[in-house]
């Protein structure tokens, strides 16, 4: 299964040689020829008609003698036979590269070593294949050549499936897809999801893989590509486990390769058949297409299926009890399984070799890129410098200029600046010391007021007492004198015109200490206008000695230092 669908990847990959404009002209009819193959390749499966035009371009570069027409009929001519022989394809590409000027025929280059690629592949050389395809990848992104970029990620991601690192490849094949799809080149597409099924397979995505063969299947375009189906109803039959749908993926395949003539094909079939009957006990019908697919595996010593056709055979014999004739098989089976192990093993190494040193390879890149990123972030930086130094030196002088030009103009505007703010403070300090004064004028007439009222009162009092004012006009005069007498409203008065000269005053004082009283709000507000200890006493009919115990109290309240008058600390506020 495995080389069927390496045999696809490589049919796809070579379905994309050269379709694009990228190639320099030589001849028209010559031109021509190759854009007609190309044609061909892409759009339909017509291998003798490849191979007339193959013979063509070999043709007509042997009798213009012209070294490039040589170096590209070589190109395509290995890229139809170089299966049989991977050394004698290595041998004539780098023959039609010495054929070109690889500077003037850049692209030429560029595709041989693509084509080189791909027999390093077929020899199991996995690591000279991943270093052929990241040499140049870049340069067909450089070009624009969607093509060979989705070519070169397709054969990434096959050799990544087969070093087992199944999420790149997958991530590879993806990427390859998507390009395909973009270019609407869907039968490209088809046989690189065919490949990208097979990953979802060996990755244990066994339900995806199933069903992106079977959507594959629906298209109708696969009819049309008897090799590609078979290729698909093989992966079918090896991933699915619906027994009806595995009975008619099995027989389908085997009458397509019936009808192709593909001897390789047959013979998968025919062994897939040997499988699927000697599984339902048909040991007639099994042997029947053992006896078909033996000489095809002999013919191309495929021991891998020679090892499965083995093994299929002893467990025929097994099954019946016919245990000579098992054991005669079951030595055949270690026998080439034997010579599979060793292979593996040997692949193995090989595999785990180029793995290793591929992820070296990898991790030298990302170090030269980390190292290239410092490199430009250093020039950058370098070049940043080096401008703000120049623009530093420039904006500089450019600035002394400036600066002597406006010193003067500055300096005047800074003292009349300075005058103006002066004037404005003087006028602010006072006009508030003018509203200290009134308040004070204001609250010591409220007090002259209440003394007024508290004499009239007590007049009033003794004329009642002596019989000179009637007992119910005395209460009446004594409740309208009491109206005015009320302190907490003269407070009130007093806080509403002293925050307006004074705002948050108050709201200050409380957050310094949360156990200040109103009285002590009251005394302070006093001080803050200026009152002295005995105006602040005789307004609040307390003697002065009261008032400086009040005092120090509220210095304790407010822990005021003691070097800090309580009136500067107030007119901090």
């Keep these: 299964m495995n080389k069927l669908l390496i045999h696809c990847f490589l049919f796809t990959s070579l379905t994309v040689f050269g379709q694009n404009n990228f190639w320099k002209p030589i001849d028209k009819e010559f031109d021509l020829k190759i854009a007609e193959l190309e044609d061909l390749k892409l759009n339909q499966n017509n291998k003798k008609k490849e191979k007339e035009i193959v013979e063509r371009l070999l043709f007509m570069a042997k009798n213009y003698a012209n070294p490039v027409m ?160 078979i290729n698909l109803l093989l992966s079918l039959y090896s991933f699915s486990t619906d027994g009806p749908k595995r009975e008619e993926y099995v027989k389908e395949s085997y009458q397509l390769a019936k009808k192709s003539n593909n001897l390789h094909l047959l013979g998968k079939t025919s062994g897939n058949l040997v499988d699927f009957y000697r599984n339902k006990n048909d040991y007639d019908s099994a042997m029947l297409f053992y006896n078909e697919a033996y000489p095809l595996f002999k013919k191309f010593n495929d021991i891998g299926s020679l090892r499965i056709l083995f093994a299929n055979k002893y467990l025929m014999f097994a099954d019946r009890n016919k245990w000579d004739s098992a054991f005669h098989y079951s030595q055949m089976y270690h026998h080439y399984n034997d010579s599979i192990m060793g292979i593996d093993k040997a692949l193995e190494v090989n595999r785990i070799e180029a793995l290793t040193a591929i992820q070296s390879i990898e991790q030298e890149k990302k170090e030269a890129e980390q190292q290239r990123k410092i490199t430009l972030a250093i020039l950058f930086g370098v070049c940043c410098l080096s401008l703000a130094i120049i623009s530093t030196i420039y904006f500089r002088n450019k600035k002394i200029k400036i600066q002597k030009q406006l010193k003067e103009t500055e300096n005047k505007e800074l003292n009349e600046r300075l005058k103006n703010e002066v004037l404005l403070k003087e006028n602010l300090k006072l006009e508030i010391d ?6 004070t004028s204001n609250t010591l007439l409220l007090t002259e007021k209440n003394k007024v009222l508290e004499n009239l009162a007590r007049q009033i009092k003794e004329m009642e007492y002596n019989g000179q004012l009637a007992a119910k006009e005395e209460k009446e005069l004594q409740k309208q004198i009491n109206d005015h007498l009320q302190a907490s409203d003269e407070w009130e008065y007093f806080k509403i015109h002293f925050e307006s000269v004074h705002p948050k005053f108050f709201s200050k004082l409380k957050e310094h200490s949360v156990s200040i009283s109103e009285n002590d709000l009251r005394l302070c507000a006093y001080i803050r206008i200026g009152m002295e200890t005995k105006q602040i006493a005789q307004m609040l009919s307390v003697l002065p000695a009261t008032i400086n115990t009040s005092r120090y109290r509220i210095r304790k309240k407010l822990n005021i230092a003691g070097d800090i008058s309580l009136e500067d600390f107030l007119r901090s506020l």
Excluded: C, W
């Excluded at 500077?103 to 199991?124: C, F, N």
């Excluded at 629906?218 to 189906?229: A, G, H, L, N």
């Design 70 to 229: 040589k170096s590209r009929a070589i190109q395509f001519d290995v890229a139809s036979n170089y299966y049989s022989n991977p050394d004698s394809a290595i041998y004539q590409l780098d023959q039609a590269i010495h054929l070109i000027d690889t500077v003037k025929y850049k692209y030429d280059y560029y595709k041989i070593l693509s084509q080189k690629e791909i027999v390093y592949r077929t020899q199991g050389n996995y690591l000279k294949s991943y270093k052929t395809l990241v040499k140049i990848l870049p340069y067909f992104q450089k070009m624009g050549d969607e093509i060979s970029i989705a070519q070169i990620l397709s054969r990434l991601g096959t050799v990544m499936e087969s070093l087992k690192e199944y999420q790149k490849a997958e991530e590879y094949l993806k990427n390859s897809s998507a390009i395909y799809d973009k270019l609407g080149y869907n039968k490209l597409s088809f046989r690189n999801r065919l490949n990208l099924s097979n990953v979802f397979y060996r990755n244990n995505k066994k339900k995806e893989a199933v069903e992106m063969l079977e959507n594959l299947l629906s298209y109708p375009v696969i009819s049309d590509d008897d090799e590609f189906k």
């Design 434 to 439: 003018s509203k200290n004064r009134e308040l």
